[in-house]
């Protein structure tokens, strides 16, 4: 948190609300006191919810290293190397007891998902005080039971509030319709009743609200007044009453019943892939493919390829969704990308791939099909074996093989030459939102491939609050650009920038959001550490210590001031991706990456800057 603040406070146009919430936070409690009482948060959580110690092997207390709760199961953080805890997400893991009001130490998060275990008891009165950042909250299917605490209302940064599959009782307090940034509000199969909240800035749909006693108004059916006061009335409503009684009672038996047969089905879901047997029953549903070689496959061969989604065949996660490797029956394997929170409906949706379908590059992932099963939306992509270019220069085990400067350089010319294409030659042209090393994948060539292109449309509606922006709606951390927390909007610029960042890992070797080599003092990113060094002229410090001496320095660093032009902090002053494209084309134009047909077919204004881009290079290498 240290280094929150003064990263936001430095931008005199940042939003005021969390500029003056970060800083009455940090003035009221000292950062060492602050960082231990995150970790003491997580040790609540274990002892209150966790009587079967299914935490035990996750998350190992018994370390002082700065950070050390940011590699748990479950939990991030605002920082690597800081105990402030960001999200906690502890989905169906068995978890038991009632809600922790020790919860309230993790006093900067802004996400909590804790569904699918057995919590149980109310959640607490004081919600808004054990959690006052809160922009996500997932409490559903569990066994919470009494009213919802009207003071959910003060939880004023709620983006999404899902209460689904418990056992409350009484009126949703109409308040809740006040919190001016929900998107998502959800409380099926609960025994709730009387007139549902009106929110003023969003359209919950009927079946968030389904399986309740007596919810109505608008978008329900509109609420019964009380009858008047005749002695017919009042033996009719006898009789109504007998009978409603009589079917209530019925209802709240069926209720239970079903309740426990769900709770030892979640109970015996070791796969983790409970929503997949929702779809399972559905009848055959075929996919609509783009390319006709897998034109006949049905969501059954998704099913079996996938072993019904199970956790065992994730092969990435992100904030568009869950990706999958399917292998089918002939031997093809292919990716499968579930993906979530899309607020589109089918027609919309169906509309948006067949767009999409028709995005076809070189360096782009090819989308195979799509499916749509009930609430759930499927991508089809052809795998690519060498997986993400974040785990090849990251997440390399013993004996792998450190990439040397030409693939270096081939990746991130190849990759250009994608994003250029999206942005100035797609029609209708791209801004990705989301570009960071995990969405350029390898195929068995190591050939860059795009993904993820076109999915922001998919995702929630941008909001005008912050609290989208620090929750990764415009891309992931280390890599958003500065100006998105001032204006909200997703420009090519910002793409470029997020780029930038990709090419500084690519010649540094660092994370985005670590610098290993960095003084232990230092608690910025990369973009600021290479800052740092260029104000210090020190910017071949920044050169991963494996490419110097090899033969490429000149390259290596003209590949490095590129990478900082994209990084700048005036968005106007960037190139444009057409121009980096061309830019790292010129470092690299000994080595056989592209020829003349390789090239991008660009709009005219794009061609115009050929002669631009030459005089930057020369000017650049002079």
Not at 507 to 527: D, I, M, Y
Request: glycine share 8%; charged share 20%; proline share 5%.
């Amino acid at each position: 948190m240290a280094v929150l603040l003064p990263r936001i406070v430095s931008n005199s146009k940042a939003p005021s609300f969390l500029v003056t919430a970060l800083i009455l936070f940090l003035l009221t409690e000292p950062l060492s006191q602050a960082a231990q009482s995150d970790v003491d948060c997580l040790r609540a959580i274990k002892d209150t919810l966790d009587p079967l110690n299914k935490l035990a092997s996750l998350w190992n207390f018994n370390n002082s290293t700065e950070g050390y709760i940011c590699k748990f199961t479950g939990v991030e953080c605002w920082h690597e190397n800081e105990n402030k805890v960001l999200n906690i997400r502890l989905p169906d893991i068995g978890l038991k007891g009632e809600f922790p009001q020790a919860i309230s130490g993790c006093s900067s998060m802004t996400g909590l998902d804790l569904s699918s275990n057995n919590i149980n008891g109310t959640i607490p009165t004081n919600i808004s005080k054990l959690l006052p950042f809160v922009t996500s909250l997932d409490l559903s299917s569990n066994e919470l039971s009494g009213e919802i605490p009207v003071d959910l209302a003060n939880c004023s940064f709620l983006n999404i509030l899902r209460l689904d599959n418990n056992q409350l009782t009484g009126q949703i307090p109409p308040q809740i319709g006040l919190l001016n940034r929900i998107k998502t509000f959800s409380v099926t199969n609960n025994r709730l009743s009387g007139p549902v909240p009106q929110f003023i800035n969003a359209s919950v749909p009927v079946e968030n609200y389904a399986n309740n006693i007596g919810l109505c108004a608008k978008p329900l059916p509109p609420c019964i007044g009380p009858p008047k006061k005749t002695h017919t009335a009042a033996i009719v409503g006898a009789a109504v009453g007998g009978l409603t009684f009589a079917a209530l009672g019925v209802g709240i038996g069926m209720y239970f019943f079903l309740h426990k047969v769900s709770r030892r089905k979640r109970e015996e879901d070791p796969l983790g892939n409970k929503w997949a047997r929702i779809i399972k029953g559905t009848k055959r549903i075929k996919l609509s493919m783009f390319e006709s070689t897998v034109s006949k496959m049905s969501l059954n061969d998704l099913m079996k390829a996938t072993n019904d989604f199970s956790k065992e065949n994730i092969i990435g996660t992100g904030r568009t969704g869950t990706t999958y490797k399917a292998l089918l029956e002939d031997g093809t394997s292919l990716m499968v990308k579930r993906l979530q929170d899309t607020q589109h409906s089918e027609k919309e949706f169906t509309s948006e791939m067949s767009t999409l379908g028709k995005v076809k590059h070189r360096n782009l992932v090819p989308l195979l099909g799509f499916c749509v099963a009930k609430k759930e939306r499927f991508l089809v992509y052809k795998l690519m074996p060498n997986g993400t270019l974040y785990d090849k220069l990251h997440s390399l085990n013993e004996g792998d093989k450190i990439m040397d400067w030409p693939l270096r350089l081939k990746i991130g010319i190849k990759s250009a030459k994608g994003f250029a294409w999206l942005h100035h030659s797609c029609n209708p042209r791209i801004i990705h939102r989301n570009v960071s090393s995990k969405c350029i994948l390898l195929d068995s060539d190591f050939e860059p491939k795009i993904s993820d292109f076109g999915l922001a449309r998919l995702m929630n509606p941008v909001d005008t609050h912050l609290s989208t922006f620090v929750n990764g709606e415009f891309g992931d951390y280390g890599y958003v650009a500065p100006e998105y927390a001032r204006t909200l909007v997703a420009t090519p610029k910002g793409d470029v920038y997020s780029f930038g960042v990709v090419l500084l890992e690519l010649v540094t070797g660092a994370k985005p959001t670590f610098v290993k080599k960095a003084p232990e003092s230092f608690k910025g990113n990369l973009v600021e550490w290479v800052t740092q060094l260029t104000a210090e002229s020190k910017l071949h410090d920044a050169i991963d210590e494996f490419l110097v001496g090899k033969g490429y320095d000149g390259e290596v660093f003209q590949f490095l001031k590129v990478a900082c032009n994209c990084v700048g902090p005036a968005h106007k002053e960037r190139p444009t991706m057409f121009e980096v494209y061309q830019l790292l084309r010129a470092i690299g134009q000994r080595y056989d990456f592209t020829t003349e047909d390789d090239l991008l077919v660009l709009s005219d204004e794009g061609s115009n800057r050929a002669d631009h881009v030459e005089l930057i290079v020369a000017r650049d290498r002079a």
